[in-house]
């Protein structure tokens, strides 16, 4: 049993890795897109049109990819977490319905025709489509993160004897008092990824100076998107998730942050330090006293419970990656914050494109925000554990009961290889498209 | 409510099958056919340009079952974990073999990839195929052994096969000789339909070819089908009572033998399209009459301990069926109305269109 839990959740948390490298890029790009689109008709600049067409195709490598490693999530749902599908399906069925038939058919239509259908509809028609492209990947954020809201967070349901969750009232699951702040901080910090990529490919073609012009559209639109986009992941909205945290999850919120002792006076901020959870104690730590207590409720000395307050049944049970997740995520996203703010500095002074150790700094740190963007992820899901449905289901029995450990290692490791075929041709796809760069428009 | 949702689904799945199934049949008279690179080429093409737009409705089938049938998407998901798992690669090899081929001018690497587009076809359509007997003959429900359950009445796990292949045995697996034979008519239907996608979105230089395929494939259809009806009476014995009951299903029967009579004419068709409504016809009544022969049940039990699966026992509570109605039915039409927009758009011959991705 034990086994066979280990086995499930290793193969959930590496496809839904491997799987939220494609949808955090395509979200925020699919932005980034139609403010390109949006500028070519104001303006009639060919360049912003060549930019929006030459990212779609960026966007429609990244959009297979999401396809066909989100099939394998939905259907984990029932191959591997089947008594959870059987007893919340009339809940999240509903979301994840939603999500397959408003957003998933949205997006994929009007890519096609985004994609074809320049020519044929005008220009105007094709920015449309492009702005339901946009339209369709977000709400489609938007349905996911109701679903895990409710995980985080049930509302709107009633338990059956057998042990069945049943909808009792429909609109609570988009009124969750979760999703709002969740939502937007999940896409803002999808906006982060994309501007990175784009202010990336911008460097690396000023630097490399070849396709400068584009090069510095890149820079410019991506140092800006990317300026706004990171501070507001910071405040309001990770601020506000933090709140919502220690009010819902407090043994969540104890373990995150690694307070492991409850301190009357108030608690500090840990900025480094290793979990021993032997001694139960921060190793190496630097730590800034009261500030944890004043961030989160604006009072010096209000008293936040500790790791030790909570049973141990309670506690998500790893309490070391739920920290250095929560930390990574953090401290990753002050570093874009100065880098952005330095870069906006620059470009204000129209020198960026000449300031090359900024240049090389912004091009490699691309990898950072889908980091960022993931362990923001593993905080979320490993705070809620030893639950699935926080407070209500145990992860334990959620598992399917016939499928035995040995079948779900079996698939694991199918999807490990498929899964690195995968990326390998993804990187040489679209390291070509990026290397070609885009196609000016020719009258 | 369960009956509108069942019909819902059922449709969502009929279509993903007729649209889906052209490319999985494009595939395999890619595999089998085409010879030369233009053919190949023009082949991959259209099933390329349509794929990803018509595996959503496998994603749309997936959620709605999901959504109102939780107990038989548990049941059905973890029970038939190994072949689902190898179709999520099936489809993940396919995709990529689609979407890389053109993406570099090496013969190598377009061999690579086309193989990988072929065989991945013709494997899916097997495993469909295998699956439609696998609700047709039913399974072994709660993993009774000696009358003793091991698991709860709607739980079960299917090995890929057990060493008798028979579907009668106490513990069948996925694969055995009756699952094969349903799996073979899902390889030669889907061939069937392909050739007539390709024949109507291409100018391939064996078109014409193709219409000799579809007949000779058309014959050993017509064989398998007489087969199968003989043999589906001792795997499922109650499988023609629906029809003796309520007469008006057998309209769905109908629907199959049009099309499979018609496409005994294929070579006097006076228009490409006529073909693939033929075969369409085929696919559509050929789901439809196993379903109704089925219903209410979706699931039925091998063992005398459990019942049969069915649309009542698995469903999920009235609210939520009903008020997923109401979005349902907004999001149903927006599902037509996105496919006849880009099927329109993208009408006639492909062989000139950018293949841009």
Do not use: C
């Amino acid at each position: 049993m034990e086994d066979m839990l280990f086995y499930d959740r290793l193969q959930f948390a590496f496809t839904i890795t491997f799987h939220y490298i494609f949808p955090q890029l395509t979200m925020g790009l699919s932005l980034m897109i139609v403010y390109f689109k949006w500028k070519f008709l104001k303006t009639k600049v060919d360049k912003y049109n060549d930019a929006a067409k030459f990212f779609m195709k960026i966007f429609a490598v990244n959009f297979t990819m999401g396809v066909v490693t989100g099939i394998p999530m939905e259907f984990q749902f029932g191959t591997n977490w089947a008594k959870f599908s059987e007893l919340t399906g009339g809940i999240i069925g509903q979301t994840l319905a939603m999500e397959g038939m408003f957003s998933f058919f949205l997006e994929s239509s009007f890519l096609a025709l985004f994609i074809f259908g320049e020519k044929l509809m005008g220009q105007k028609l094709h920015f449309l489509t492009g702005f339901f492209v946009f339209l369709g990947s977000w709400a489609s954020g938007w349905f996911i993160l109701s679903t895990n809201a409710w995980m985080q967070h049930p509302v709107g349901h009633e338990i059956l004897d057998n042990g069945k969750f049943v909808l009792e009232n429909f609109s609570a699951l988009f009124t969750n008092p979760w999703l709002l702040p969740a939502f937007l901080h999940n896409q803002l910090a999808s906006v982060v990824t994309s501007s990175f990529v784009v202010a990336s490919i911008g460097a690396f073609y000023v630097l490399r100076n070849k396709q400068t012009e584009y090069g510095k559209l890149f820079l410019k639109t991506g140092v800006v998107f990317g300026f706004i986009s990171s501070i507001l992941v910071a405040f309001p909205t990770g601020d506000w998730n933090a709140k919502n945290v220690a009010k819902h999850q407090p043994a969540t919120f104890a373990a995150m942050e690694g307070i492991f002792h409850t301190e009357e006076a108030g608690s500090e901020i840990v900025l480094i330090g290793q979990p021993n959870m032997v001694e139960k104690k921060l190793d190496n730590k630097i730590a800034v006293p009261n500030i944890l207590s004043f961030l989160t409720y604006q009072e010096w000395h209000k008293q936040i419970p500790g790791i030790d307050q909570f049973e141990e049944e309670n506690l998500p049970d790893n309490i070391p990656a739920l920290y250095y997740s929560y930390h990574i995520m953090v401290g990753l996203g002050t570093i874009f914050i100065g880098v952005m703010a330095l870069a906006l500095f620059f470009l204000w002074r129209k020198k960026l494109h000449t300031i090359k150790p900024l240049l090389w700094t912004i091009m490699f740190l691309v990898p950072f925000p889908y980091i960022a963007n993931l362990t923001g992820w593993y905080t979320a899901e490993l705070g809620r554990q030893p639950y699935l449905v926080y407070g209500l289901l145990k992860t334990s029995e959620g598992i399917s009961p016939t499928v035995s450990s040995g079948n779900t290692l079996f698939t694991l490791l199918g999807f490990v290889a498929l899964y690195m075929l995968l990326g390998l041709l993804f990187l040489v796809l679209v390291g070509k498209t990026i290397n070609e760069g885009p196609t000016p428009q020719t009258h | 409510m369960e009956i509108f949702w069942y019909i819902i689904i059922g449709i969502v799945l009929a279509v993903f099958f007729i649209l889906d199934g052209y490319d999985f049949g494009a595939g395999i008279i890619h595999l089998f056919f085409a010879k030369t690179e233009k053919d190949k080429e023009v082949i991959a093409k259209s099933a390329g340009l349509f794929w990803d737009s018509n595996e959503v409705w496998l994603v749309a089938a997936g959620g709605m079952l999901f959504m109102a049938f939780p107990t038989f998407y548990a049941s059905v998901f973890s029970g038939f974990y190994l072949p689902l798992v190898l179709v999520l690669w099936l489809i993940i090899f396919r995709a990529i073999g689609l979407e890389f081929r053109s993406q570099f001018k090496y013969q190598m690497w377009k061999d690579i990839w086309d193989a990988s587009f072929g065989v991945s076809s013709l494997l899916l359509a097997l495993f469909f195929g295998i699956a439609l007997g696998n609700i047709v003959r039913g399974v072994n429900l709660g993993i009774v052994q000696n009358g003793v359950a091991a698991h709860e009445g709607h739980y079960f796990f299917l090995p890929l096969w057990d060493s008798s292949f028979s579907p009668l045995s106490e513990h069948p697996g996925v694969i055995d000789w009756f699952t094969l034979i349903i799996g073979l008519i899902s390889v030669v239907t889907l061939a069937i339909h392909g050739a007539n996608w390709v024949i109507l979105k291409t100018n391939s230089s064996i078109n014409s070819k193709l219409k000799n395929i579809i007949f000779i494939l058309n014959i050993v259809l017509t064989a398998l089908t007489l087969f199968s009806l003989i043999v589906w009476q001792t795997v499922n014995p109650n499988s023609f009572d629906n029809f003796a009951n309520k007469p008006y299903l057998i309209v769905f029967p109908i629907i199959y033998l049009t099309g499979l009579f018609g496409l005994f004419f294929i070579k006097k068709l006076k228009k490409d399209i006529h073909g693939f409504v033929l075969s369409t016809l085929l696919i559509f009544g050929g789901i439809a009459s196993s379903l109704a022969s089925l219903f209410p049940v979706i699931l039925p039990s091998i063992n005398e301990i459990h019942e049969p699966l069915t649309i009542y026992n698995t469903a999920a509570s009235e609210y939520g069926l009903s008020v997923a109605l109401t979005w349902g039915i907004i999001g149903f039409i927006l599902l037509f109305v996105y496919m006849i927009i880009q099927k329109r758009l993208m009408a006639g011959k492909i062989d000139k269109m950018d293949y841009g991705h």
